[in-house]
């Protein structure tokens, strides 16, 4: 219920649901599932994986629907729940594991990811099944284990490519550090050479089949590469974010509502840091990659979804330990801190009215505001002082899937009209389903979610960047500050300019606009 409760009630939202979706439907359409495809010309940024989970997903209904294109991720999300309890499982008891899989499913980074199309859910299902394989290994020694290590590994580059291969080996290496000969069992040479050549058995094919041949294939697999690795991590081509990006900014947010037991968190695992091989392994899975993505250049908050498993673990034991301790002081803190938030969070619908989105409001809001309630039963920092609060965990649970519940059937169906493009489609949409042919023109942009909900292909004009000099002295980083600058200027004076109708602009309203063009650069340079 809460992945997948109304996944088709509101529709994929740009940038990455309707790309993927529309992918997906090329596949079906062209009956192609070697190459990928956006817009009719290969799509070289993603392995297939996720594409071709949904294609089988939309199969029965004939065509990709936000519900057939979010269903790979909600059974994702469920694997990933299902394997993080079994790897609890066999570190610990069945209590903590049953503690670790909730405390993973109420997060909510992990809950929202699970609702929606991008491949990093798929990833992190894959790298759990890794950990938990290398845990199995670790144990038993047996090879049926190392081989689903490295099966899972091969999946994930299936998934998403290198970043699959970066997570295994950093732990690896951090696990059996100091332990060569250790280290030298796992045979992490020759698997990662096994899993270099099951993705060669997709990609040179893909390549070639692209266009260009061996050579071309040669090619776009070494550019590809450069920019995948080299320019996401360490040039900042995309998302470039300063090294506390994670830890100050994303992580606080993204573990929510348990974000209220990091202090104790982190105290009790640097505590516990030299338990034994268990605390060892999520440490190993843990520390290391979050220090090698805070050193990358390149940064998303959906980067290090593949530690949540094992922060939901140590969240999971410390949390049990809390509880059941006799540190009442630690748990009436976090119990009015959370009575504060729920305050906050019921006051939102409201708030809401103060802003220029105050048309999303609706009655659907209203049942929001009864989370406030809860709050004089025992969570608000008078009624904190007066229990004990070893129930703390399962209120913060219980609470937290209640407003997901609630944010999945009203909020994010009424932010649809805000974060669409099916109703700006819906002329061009209505040309192609009575089979008028047509060409359409994107001019200055180019953009897949207007592709998907149009169902037609559009031929860009005016996309490539322009060759303008920039002043001496000055840096790209300023200059595209003062592009900024720019463009928000001249958006303003324009939205001063009154139209009539848009269907017939006159003459008088288009030299208008063009004056605000000019007065909007002006002030700009001012």
Request: aromatic letters at 14%.
């Amino acid at each position: 219920m809460l992945f997948g409760m109304n996944i088709g009630g509101y529709d994929l939202w740009p940038a990455d649901e309707p790309r993927f979706g529309e992918v997906a439907r090329e596949m079906i359409q062209f009956d192609d599932y070697l190459m990928p495809r956006v817009n009719g010309e290969p799509y070289r940024e993603k392995p297939p994986l996720l594409f071709w989970a949904i294609a089988a997903a939309s199969w029965p209904f004939g065509d990709v629907t936000a519900l057939s294109a979010r269903i790979p991720s909600v059974l994702a999300g469920l694997a990933t729940v299902l394997f993080t309890y079994l790897l609890t499982k066999r570190l610990y008891d069945r209590r903590t594991a049953w503690w670790a899989a909730v405390v993973l499913m109420t997060g909510f980074r992990f809950w929202h990811q699970a609702r929606t199309v991008q491949i990093d859910m798929l990833l992190t299902a894959c790298l759990t099944l890794v950990l938990l394989a290398f845990w199995c290994w670790h144990d038993t020694r047996r090879r049926r284990w190392l081989l689903l290590f490295y099966a899972a590994i091969a999946a994930g580059v299936y998934a998403k490519g290198p970043p699959a291969i970066v997570f295994p080996v950093l732990l690896v290496i951090a696990f059996y550090w100091k332990q060569k000969e250790e280290r030298r069992k796992v045979h992490l040479v020759w698997g990662t050479v096994a899993v270099v050549a099951a993705i060669a058995l997709w990609l040179i094919p893909a390549r070639m089949a692209a266009g260009g041949g061996s050579q071309g294939a040669e090619t776009a697999i070494a550019g590809n590469l450069f920019r995948q690795i080299i320019g996401r991590f360490f040039l900042g081509v995309s998302k470039a974010q300063w090294p506390w990006y994670y830890v100050a900014q994303t992580l606080p947010v993204d573990l929510l509502p348990w974000t209220l037991f990091a202090p104790w968190t982190i105290y009790w695992t640097w505590r516990r840091r030299k338990e034994g091989p268990a605390m060892r392994l999520l440490l190993a899975w843990t520390i290391p990659a979050l220090t090698f993505f805070s050193i990358c250049v390149g940064k998303r908050a959906i980067y290090i979804l593949p530690l949540f498993p094992a922060f939901a673990i140590l969240t999971a034991r410390s949390v049990l330990d809390l509880m059941a301790g006799d540190r009442s002081v630690w748990r009436k803190r976090t119990a009015a801190a959370w009575g504060v938030s729920l305050l906050l969070f019921g006051a939102l619908p409201f708030a809401l009215l103060l802003t220029p989105y105050r048309d999303v409001w609706g009655r659907g809001f209203l049942i929001l505001s009864p989370l406030r309630l809860r709050i004089r039963r025992g969570y608000a920092a008078g009624a904190s002082r007066r229990t004990d609060c070893r129930a703390l965990h399962v209120a913060i649970a219980s609470h937290f899937a209640g407003i997901a519940l609630l944010s999945a059937l009203f909020i994010l169906p009424a932010l649809n009209p805000h974060k669409s493009a099916r109703w700006i489609c819906e002329p061009v949409r209505g040309l192609a389903q009575t089979g008028r042919e047509f060409d359409l023109y994107s001019v200055g942009f180019s953009r897949e979610e207007y592709i998907f909900y149009s169902k037609h292909f559009h031929e860009a004009v005016l996309t490539d960047l322009l060759p303008v000099e920039h002043p001496e002295g000055m840096t790209l980083l300023e200059m595209a500050k003062r592009q900024k600058r720019l463009r928000k200027a001249i958006e303003e004076a324009v939205a001063a300019v009154a139209i009539a109708s848009f269907d017939k602009v006159t003459p008088d309203e288009l030299q208008a606009l063009e004056r605000a063009v000019h007065d909007g650069r002006r002030r700009a340079r001012r």
